[in-house]
């Protein structure tokens, strides 16, 4: 089957009009070009928010993060903490002081067997609980 363009050899816009043979002519132009002119309509029906600013962002002096860690991580790492000298044994209860190591707070999530006595800024009411039920103590500074 012969293509079109042999029909339009000669003719300078092979028929379709002088703007629309060219890049995105036909279109309206490419992406979002022509969106306060002539798409303008377009973005009220279809994009209410897209000009503008929206939401909003909470200061950096404000925001603060706690760098936390949880009871079952601490009795995993314990013996790491032993080799490095952040902990410390004294009979069968080991010593960890937490802010030392860089974390804020301590979480509950998970178990622990050991008696560990942890000094750390804060801790979870749970956290607290599952230390002392191992035979360990909490100290929050």
């Known amino acids: ?5 042999e029909k339009f050899r000669g003719k ?23 969106l306060l002119k002539h798409k303008f309509m ?10 503008g600013r929206h939401g909003f962002k909470r200061p950096q002096s ?12 601490i009795e995993e ?8 000298g952040a902990a410390t044994q004294e009979g069968d209860i080991y010593k960890i002081n937490l802010t030392e190591l860089g974390y804020d707070k301590l979480l509950g999530t998970g178990r622990i067997s050991v008696p560990v006595e942890i000094s750390v800024a804060s801790a979870s009411p749970g956290a607290i ?12 500074e």
């Open 1 to 5: 089957m012969v293509s079109r363009t």
């Open 12 to 34: 300078r816009t092979h028929g379709r009009g002088h703007k629309s043979g060219r890049g995105a002519g036909i279109r309206g132009g490419r992406g979002n070009a022509g």
């Open 42 to 51: 377009y973005v009220i029906l279809n994009m209410p928010n897209h000009f």
């Open 62 to 73: 404000v925001v603060s993060s706690n760098v936390v860690i949880n009871v079952n991580a």
């Open 77 to 84: 790492k314990l013996q790491d903490y032993l080799k490095n």
């Open 129 to 140: 609980a599952k230390i002392e039920a191992a035979g360990g103590k909490v100290i929050t």
